[in-house]
């Protein structure tokens, strides 16, 4: 059966052909197959498939009209495919993928048998106890290179709780003089070496007692005391001989630094006593340090304080 669409024909492709004017196009409905008209003979143009209606000529795709979905054998493969981005559940995924949450990971699971090359290292339990044990942060010191006085500058001020088991310990430090100190200043001067730095918010009761001597009998050795700053209070009493059988007495506060009265020694050939009784109460940011210091009575006239000299002091 033949069907004619403008100047196309249609038919099967055991109709015969009609004759016709050259350049009309014959389709095979049954094969797809298209064949022109030329020169008098049918001859086989192409497969490409043309619209039910319109010109002559080959057809490209952009003339081809209508919906997908009327081309049903390319809509059925088309519809089977999945598009560029998509993504798959779990469910959808067969055969022996591993996804992060796969519930067949948490059944147990038996490695295949296989072998490592290399050399390793044997286990060693004391290897395996260091790494789980705690450590010191990577800055810190090795006992070996701590110095004492770094110790000595840590430990300062007074540990809170305490206790002293079965008592009898020294409440007292003592600092001596280890050498003797002259001077012939008229001016009070630091004896080196005797003197403490009172820590914070702290009590403290000092005790001296100086062996002194002289040049010239009628010249004393005048001690006397230097305050720290930041004290909350502080008082003391200086005495000093005058001869074999007197002494005299200076006291004072922490207002002003304390000097010892003038006064002559009985000798020069031996040492004289004198002594110091202080209460101070340092505050909250104390500085410098409580010292002892010396001055001639008569200036240019030596004075000595003699080493064993001493101050001791304890908190209460």
């Given at each position: 059966m033949i069907n004619i669409y403008g100047q196309h024909f249609r038919g099967l492709s055991t109709d015969i052909?009609?004759?016709s004017v050259d350049n009309i196009l014959f389709i095979e409905e049954d094969t797809g197959d298209i064949f022109i008209r030329t020169l008098g003979s049918w001859v086989l143009y192409n497969t490409q498939f043309l619209p039910t209606s319109g010109g002559a000529g080959?057809?490209?795709w952009g003339d081809i009209t209508g919906t997908l979905v009327s081309q049903t054998d390319l809509n059925a493969a088309l519809t089977g495919k999945a598009p560029v981005t998509h993504a798959h559940a779990a469910a959808d995924v067969t055969g022996t993928a591993v996804?992060?949450?796969?519930?067949?990971?948490?059944?147990?699971?038996?490695p295949l048998s296989h072998t490592h090359t290399g050399v390793y290292e044997p286990a060693n339990a004391n290897i395996q106890s260091h790494v789980v044990s705690v450590h010191a942060p990577s800055n810190a010191q090795k006992n070996s290179d701590i110095l004492q006085s770094e110790i000595e500058a840590k430990l300062t001020g007074v540990i809170s709780t305490h206790s002293h088991a079965g008592g009898g310990s020294d409440p007292w430090t003592i600092v001596k003089l280890a050498s003797d100190f002259p001077t012939s200043s008229a001016t009070a001067v630091n004896v080196t070496g005797l003197a403490f730095t009172p820590a914070a918010n702290t009590v403290y009761e000092i005790t001296g007692l100086f062996l002194l001597r002289t040049a010239t009998a009628t010249v004393g050795p005048r001690p006397g005391i230097a305050w720290p700053t930041g004290m909350t209070d502080g008082t003391a009493r200086l005495k000093t001989p005058l001869s074999a059988t007197a002494f005299s007495t200076i006291h004072g506060n922490i207002s002003a630094a304390l000097l010892a009265a003038v006064g002559g020694l009985p000798t020069t050939t031996g040492s004289w006593p004198g002594s110091l009784e202080a209460l101070l109460v340092s505050g909250a940011a104390p500085s410098g340090t409580f010292r002892i210091q010396l001055a001639?009575?008569?200036?240019?006239?030596?004075v000595t304080m003699k080493a064993g000299s001493y101050i001791k002091y304890r908190i209460i």
């Amino acid at each position: 059966m033949i069907n004619i669409y403008g100047q196309h024909f249609r038919g099967l492709s055991t109709d015969i052909k009609p004759e016709s004017v050259d350049n009309i196009l014959f389709i095979e409905e049954d094969t797809g197959d298209i064949f022109i008209r030329t020169l008098g003979s049918w001859v086989l143009y192409n497969t490409q498939f043309l619209p039910t209606s319109g010109g002559a000529g080959p057809v490209s795709w952009g003339d081809i009209t209508g919906t997908l979905v009327s081309q049903t054998d390319l809509n059925a493969a088309l519809t089977g495919k999945a598009p560029v981005t998509h993504a798959h559940a779990a469910a959808d995924v067969t055969g022996t993928a591993v996804l992060n949450n796969d519930a067949r990971l948490t059944d147990a699971r038996t490695p295949l048998s296989h072998t490592h090359t290399g050399v390793y290292e044997p286990a060693n339990a004391n290897i395996q106890s260091h790494v789980v044990s705690v450590h010191a942060p990577s800055n810190a010191q090795k006992n070996s290179d701590i110095l004492q006085s770094e110790i000595e500058a840590k430990l300062t001020g007074v540990i809170s709780t305490h206790s002293h088991a079965g008592g009898g310990s020294d409440p007292w430090t003592i600092v001596k003089l280890a050498s003797d100190f002259p001077t012939s200043s008229a001016t009070a001067v630091n004896v080196t070496g005797l003197a403490f730095t009172p820590a914070a918010n702290t009590v403290y009761e000092i005790t001296g007692l100086f062996l002194l001597r002289t040049a010239t009998a009628t010249v004393g050795p005048r001690p006397g005391i230097a305050w720290p700053t930041g004290m909350t209070d502080g008082t003391a009493r200086l005495k000093t001989p005058l001869s074999a059988t007197a002494f005299s007495t200076i006291h004072g506060n922490i207002s002003a630094a304390l000097l010892a009265a003038v006064g002559g020694l009985p000798t020069t050939t031996g040492s004289w006593p004198g002594s110091l009784e202080a209460l101070l109460v340092s505050g909250a940011a104390p500085s410098g340090t409580f010292r002892i210091q010396l001055a001639s009575e008569t200036a240019g006239t030596n004075v000595t304080m003699k080493a064993g000299s001493y101050i001791k002091y304890r908190i209460i």
